[in-house]
């Protein structure tokens, strides 16, 4: 397509916001949901995790995305089955299943976002030029953030006031994913009238057939340097997959459990306000130093700005600060080092998907970087009834040498070329 970079910003952070909710939802907010209804942190932790099974074994359908249809019209259906997974969403909490119903729609929003990430993802690398992808990541990833914060900080806070108006916690996520599914649909009719079409039919020419699927495979997995490309996706996140279902637990729980005792609405408008200007700073700032200085500069100091601010997380739990203002102002040095360390990663996978099948590759990638984050997350809670929170954010903060040796394991295989 040849797009430019003015068309590329009437669709850019439109895709990215909503690629970004889905995920967010499942891997975050339903944390709270089921929590808030009666399930225990360890249940929650462990289903919510298995309830992102679809983000890491994606690359299986991803070569269907490549060969049937567009990938814009596989971005248009998923934004409606979006809409329909979270109206079943918001009717579940008045089943008298309301377990299964709610599973029921979290597993077609995770079906439909891991297939809408295929789509989205190949679409941005097939409409963007090499330079324009790496001066786009920061806000490509910004706004996923930002929906990420709008989940976390928007639709907790429309669930407290809500269920505070209606009548209790029920009416209140009734009333979040309700919310949920008219952003979707708004951005079907978005994506309508300004995703570019048609594609770059040449780029999408060198996608595999589905008989060359395994061979795609295999071509990926004989890569130079595949095993230590293979550490940093898996790993570099390994911290903080466990911070992300605990932390809404912690700011949640009464003080006398260990946590700071905030209402929803309260833990809305601090994830809301503050943090969403962190982190499109730091996603900003973080797009702008790659595309100036290049990725292998880069990426240990963003590797350093993502981690040591999770020590504010450790310090909260140990000492349970009141006041709303350093609380906040916790979080947004968090953010803001989360948009510096993250724009590092996503411009690593797309290092990484380079070649032949550049679509499929970014999916298979995409797809370790979810079973990185599904299998520390899915023993969060365990840790977390064990060791209480301040022992839970120690092992956290140890974590994170994992992260460390990930990221110099990524740094050789820069300086080799991913050859």
Known sequence: MGENRVGAWSWIPCLYFLEGLPNTVVMTVSVLFYTSLGMSATSAAALTSALYLPWAIKPFWSPLVDTVSTKRKWILACALAFALAFFSLSLSPFSENWTMLSIAGFWLLGISSATFDIASDGFYMLALSTQNQA??????????????????????????????????????????????????????????????????????????????????????????GILLMMCYILFYRFAESQLCKIMPIFLKSEISEG?????????????????????????????????????????????????????????????????????????????????????SYMMYLIFASKGEFKTAFYAICTGFMALGLQLPGAVSGYLKDSFGFVGFFEIAMFATLVSFFATFCALKTLKDGGK
């Not at 590797?303 to 909260?316: E, G, I, K, S, T």
């Not at 349970?320 to 979080?331: E, K, T």
């Open 135 to 224: 001066f786009f990541v920061g806000i490509r990833n910004s706004f996923y953030r930002l929906s990420m914060i709008f989940g976390n900080g928007g639709l907790l806070y429309i669930a407290g006031f809500a269920g505070g108006k209606f009548g209790g916690e029920k009416w209140g996520w009734a009333t979040a994913f309700f919310v949920c599914a008219i952003v979707s649909l708004i951005g079907f009719f978005w994506f309508s009238k300004y995703l570019p079409s048609p594609e770059n039919l040449a780029a999408a020419r060198k996608s595999p057939p589905l008989n060359e699927f395994f061979a795609c495979f295999k071509k990926f997995f004989l890569r130079r």
């Open 259 to 343: 946590g700071l005792g905030l209402s929803l609405e309260t833990i809305g408008v601090i994830q809301g306000i503050n943090a969403p200007i962190a982190l499109l700073c730091g996603g900003i700032l973080g797009g702008f130093l790659i595309s100036k200085f290049g990725l292998e500069k880069c990426i240990v100091p963003m590797a350093f700005a993502m981690n040591l601010p999770n020590l504010l997380y450790l310090f909260l739990a140990i000492y349970l600060p009141q006041n709303l203002f350093f609380i906040g102002g916790c979080v947004f040095a968090e953010q803001f080092g989360y948009g510096l360390g993250f724009s």
